[in-house]
């Protein structure tokens, strides 16, 4: 599976972005999709993820009210709406697949098989 990530930028504070996350596979509304990022110096950190068949959907914390995922099984893409940012927000976004991600596995980078190369995201104050 190959996992195409676009839409990164700079945004001012209070913005918004959309990244997209294209996936080569014919079976993507079987796999579990999952957006993380990772900050300059910091570990890659979970941000949000949708279940196969567009299902339920989790968040961080730190995002939660701000960012929305959603997935278009028949364009095999899945979307991330990412409203009021923060400076914070600042990191490369990578989105993930995983097939059969238990739920407590979601929030985890073990949860996800497939990697795509990572979209730069920067938020300025």
């Known amino acids: 599976v190959q996992l195409q990530a676009s839409g990164g930028g700079l945004v001012q504070t209070g913005g918004s972005l959309r990244l997209s996350c294209a996936a080569s596979?014919?079976?993507?509304?079987?796999?579990?999709m999952a957006w993380f990022r990772q900050a300059p110096g910091k570990e890659r950190e979970f941000v949000a993820a949708?279940?196969?068949?567009?299902?339920?959907?989790y968040f961080a914390n730190s995002v939660k009210g701000r960012f929305t995922i959603s997935r278009d099984n028949a364009e095999k893409t899945v979307s991330l709406q990412m409203n009021s940012l923060k400076p914070e927000d600042t990191a490369v976004y990578y989105c993930?697949?995983?097939?059969?991600?238990?739920?407590?596995?979601?929030?985890?980078?073990?949860?996800?098989?497939?990697w795509g190369q990572g979209t730069r995201v920067t938020v300025s104050s």
């Open positions: 596979t014919p079976t993507f509304r079987s796999y579990t």
């Open positions: 949708i279940r196969r068949y567009g299902g339920a959907t």
């Open positions: 993930a697949a995983g097939s059969g991600t238990i739920t407590s596995a979601i929030p985890s980078e073990d949860g996800y098989n497939y």
